[in-house]
């Protein structure tokens, strides 16, 4: 089992070019699979986790309804949004500035193959981070994500989580707000859930702005610890945009 995992730092990323950029990725490890099976090879498949930035963007998954976006679309262009439906699970959510948004590309084959298992790993590595921040994240009983204050009227998401599995490889993946402008998720229904508030890091903490490097280097090293893996850096995308 392959449990290298490569980090590359997308910056900002367009949402539309990182979505192919992560359908690409995903179909090279699907079909390095399909080669294995097919003619009986043991070729180790990678594994990866990018980091981006999204300029303004709403996204609806497959299972989500459009009645969740708010506006229309002269509305999305005078806010300089834009709107995908796509391959994930979940309903809609905002993607924009300030917001650490990770992508892992896995071959769950190389760590656990359980997605409800990954899911809750993914959010541990949240719930991890915003202790360091004292603050107390948990999960919300059939809403997946992290939350702030659950089972009580104050309660707020302030991670988001939507992915997508194919013969055990992973894509999209989580939304940290960290120092986003929550009057964007204003123009939804966060994540199809009617009366429940949204969160970032900087607003719970009291600042204007909150390290968003020392958030990644924490992510980054929960990450490594709760899937054993080890963390490979690179500079560069691994494919061209």
Not at 27 to 46: A, G, H, V
Not at 61 to 81: R, V, Y
Not at 204 to 220: F, H, P, Q, S
Request: charge should be negative; charged fraction near 25%; hydrophobic fraction near 40%.
């Amino acid at each position: 089992m392959n449990k290298k995992v490569l980090f590359t730092d997308l910056g900002v990323k367009d949402y539309k070019e990182t979505w192919e950029f992560q359908e690409k990725i995903f179909q090279e490890i699907l079909d390095l699979k399909i080669k294995n099976r097919r003619e009986e090879l043991s070729l180790e498949t990678p594994n990866y986790l990018l980091f981006v930035e999204h300029p303004h963007v709403y996204t609806l998954g497959k299972s989500g309804d459009i009645e969740n976006l708010l506006i229309n679309e002269k509305q999305l262009e005078n806010k300089g949004a834009t709107f995908y439906k796509i391959n994930r699970g979940g309903d809609i959510t905002y993607h924009g500035p300030g917001q650490l948004v990770g992508y892992p590309i896995l071959d769950l084959e190389n760590f656990f193959t359980d997605i409800h298992k990954y899911l809750r790993f993914l959010e541990e590595v949240i719930i991890l981070t915003m202790a360091d921040y004292g603050l107390k994240g948990t999960r919300s009983e059939g809403e997946t994500g992290v939350w702030l204050d659950v089972g009580t009227p104050f309660a707020r998401k302030i991670c988001a989580m939507g992915v997508r599995a194919s013969r055990w490889v992973t894509m999209h993946g989580f939304a940290l707000n960290v120092n986003a402008d929550l009057g964007y998720f204003d123009n939804i229904v966060p994540c199809g859930i009617k009366g429940k508030a949204v969160a970032s890091l900087n607003n719970e903490l009291g600042v204007a702005r909150v390290d968003e490097n020392e958030v990644k280097e924490k992510v980054i090293k929960y990450f490594a610890q709760l899937f054993e893996a080890e963390i490979e850096t690179s500079k560069e995308a691994m494919l061209p945009l």
